[in-house]
């Protein structure tokens, strides 16, 4: 007999949501249906194997699956397949399951389309509606078919669920500044962004935008009739929600100025944020709403008294606060440290001196390092070191020992143009070096010697099983030579799960050999993430704050990274590229003092 085939974590967690799927059409139990999704969710956000942890007999540990579904999952690894999953995917094809991706299309309709006209794919469904063939069922008409048309166009378009930062922010910012050049000056008082934009999550599900005007109307008509608005799903007279042509929904709502400070408070959240403020308020006898607090008639004041805040610091303050950064709102202990007047200072973008990573024509990058360096010079940098691709990454034609000598001398001679201009900005000359396979490095330690920082990091054999690719990490960061470890888990946002590397010994092992990790400000990457950067510093680790850039834009992106850091409750003092540059060179491993 022939072993079945091994099913990694994504494909289990497909299988279960197609389950949760096929169960939703056929209007099967609803807690079941949870079940299987949740099961799903936890599934796919698991940083272990699956079969390790069927293997130790610990399914049931993880958080959302029950013995039911857990027992199903065992059956699904020990077999490769299971006859009821079987039966239930024969029974509801994948195009149906696939139509209720349609915006406003949900189950019963999938349901009702698939039984009664046959249609089992989202095709068959674009190929109906443009025939009016749907209007002869109950409950359809010309219109419907015209929203499930647009719907499905904007399915082609839409990668994702939920947007990269790095996509909404640069299109939310350029809808502001449309939106005000559209209209006559000063008809827009105060504008600004909410919702997890504000709070720079790695992804945004949809875009929240706020403003004051005396002149709501326009306001709206302006909105709903910018260019980039592909479809308008709600028009009111102080709330619009547009869906631009990448699928993306992005709501703006006019609310007065004096209610300003506890509108943006309400929607810039998070959810789990807001209840804590909201709790604490109630305790002091207010009730909290995005129009202010009303006296509940526990407290001092009179019951239906009301407070606003035109600024949102004044409500803070009023519940006995510190002004909550955005970034921190995900309470995560943040609405104590509040309380008690003990918030970090954030790092923030003028605090950067220097970038210790980033690509030349060298390897894979487009700019020349004079190029470069004049981009790092442009942004106020003092230093910018040239990283590029070591050896041993495959497709990239990396730098060896060679290459490095060449190199060089480019670095020297800008160097010394520099010091003869009198400008204060040093070029470092360092390396990506790669983490191959079985934890060996793309360059010689006596070459690596002689770089000034060394960045190590992994491009391949990504799917390694957890000990295998965590001991060949930990083998680089031992190595006295590595002064940072690149993007640490690997992920592509959306496109790429991190690798199944235990971030826990990788973590405590840069803190024992003071290798600095890298928070990787590629909106694509952001890696470390928020709450990896927040247990490093637990840990007591340095951070650094690289874009990684591959071209003279590429280092435009530093304010994803500073986003990130920010969630992760990063200093500047945490931070090794925010130090002028002999501070931050002795901040590197002590290459001598391991070496003894
Ligand atoms: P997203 O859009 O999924 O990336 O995340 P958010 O945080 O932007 O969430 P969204 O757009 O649903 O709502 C924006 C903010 O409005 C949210 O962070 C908090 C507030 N909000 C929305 N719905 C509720 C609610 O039911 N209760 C409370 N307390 N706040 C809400
Ligand atoms: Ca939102
Ligand atoms: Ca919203
Ligand atoms: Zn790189």
New binding site residues.
């Given amino acids: 007999m022939t072993e079945p085939t091994r099913l990694t974590n994504r494909q289990v967690a497909d299988i279960l949501a197609g389950v949760g799927a096929r169960l939703q059409i056929l209007d099967a139990n609803r807690f079941r249906i949870i079940a299987f999704q949740n099961a799903a969710e936890s599934i796919r956000n698991l940083a272990q194997d699956i079969n390790a942890i069927n293997a130790a007999g610990e399914l049931k540990n993880i958080p959302g699956v029950g013995k039911g579904i857990g027992d199903a999952i065992h059956h699904l690894l020990a077999n490769g397949s299971d006859p009821e999953f079987d039966a239930l995917f024969e029974q509801v094809p994948q195009g149906v399951v696939d139509m209720m991706q349609v915006p406003d299309m949900g189950p019963k309709k999938a349901k009702r389309l698939w039984e009664e006209l046959g249609i089992d794919s989202v095709d068959a469904l674009r190929t109906a509606a443009e025939q009016g063939k749907l209007r002869d069922l109950k409950g359809f008409g010309a219109k419907s078919e015209e929203k499930i048309l647009k719907g499905i166009e904007l399915l082609s378009t839409r990668v994702d669920e ?1 947007t990269s930062i790095g996509v909404a922010r640069p299109l939310a910012l350029g809808m502001i500044a449309a939106l005000k050049a559209a209209l006559p000056p000063e008809t827009i008082e105060r504008i600004e962004v ?4 504000r ?1 720079w ?1 790695e ?6 935008i706020l403003c004051v005007s005396g002149q709501p109307v326009l306001v709206m008509e302006a909105f709903r009739s910018l260019p980039e608005v592909a479809h308008i799903a709600g028009a009111g007279e102080t709330k619009s929600s547009v869906v631009l042509g990448n699928g993306l929904q992005v ?1 703006l709502r006019v609310v007065e100025a004096k209610n300003w400070g506890a509108a943006l408070q ?6 789990e944020h ?2 804590a403020v ?1 709790e604490l308020a109630l305790k002091q006898g207010w009730s909290l709403n995005e129009y202010g607090l009303t006296a509940t008639g526990s407290g001092d004041a009179a019951e239906g008294e009301q407070r606003f805040f035109a600024e949102e610091a004044d409500l803070y303050a009023f519940l006995g606060l510190e002004w909550v950064p955005p970034e921190l709102r995900e309470n995560r202990g943040e609405v104590q440290a509040a309380r008690q007047h003990r918030l970090p200072t954030l790092v923030a973008m003028g605090d950067l001196q220097g970038e210790l990573h980033g690509h030349t024509t060298y390897s894979d990058g487009t700019g020349s390092v004079a190029e470069m360096a004049e981009a790092a010079r442009a942004r106020g940098y003092r230093y910018w070191s040239v990283s590029d691709h070591s050896v041993g990454l495959g497709i990239v034609q990396g730098v060896d020992a060679d290459k490095l000598r060449r190199q060089r001398v480019e670095i020297d001679a800008y160097n010394a143009h520099c010091t003869e201009q009198g400008i204060d900005f040093r070029l470092l000359q360092g390396s990506e070096v790669e983490i191959l396979a079985d934890g060996a490095l793309g360059l010689s330690d006596e070459v690596m010697a002689g770089l000034d920082v060394v960045v190590a990091s992994i491009h391949s054999a990504q799917r390694q099983d957890r000990e295998t690719i965590t001991a060949r990490c930990l083998k680089a960061i031992y190595n006295p030579h590595v002064d940072i470890l690149g993007h640490p888990t690997g992920r592509l946002i959306g496109s790429r799960p991190p690798t199944e590397i235990d971030m826990e010994r990788v973590l405590q092992a840069c803190r024992e050999t003071g290798t600095v990790v890298e928070i990787n400000a590629n909106p694509a990457r952001l890696d470390v993430n928020d709450v990896y950067a927040r247990r490093a510093l637990e840990l007591g680790c340095k951070i650094a704050i690289n874009c990684d850039a591959h071209d003279v834009l590429g280092m435009e992106i530093a304010e994803f990274g500073i986003g990130t850091a920010r969630r992760g409750w990063v200093t500047a003092a945490d931070v090794v590229n925010t130090l002028p540059l002999d501070a931050m060179l002795a901040c590197l491993k002590d290459v001598q003092a391991k070496d003894d």
């Fill in positions: 939920r909410a919702g997890s934009l709070r999550k992804t945004i599900g949809d875009v929240d709501d309400y929607f810039t959240g998070s959810k807001n209840v909201r």
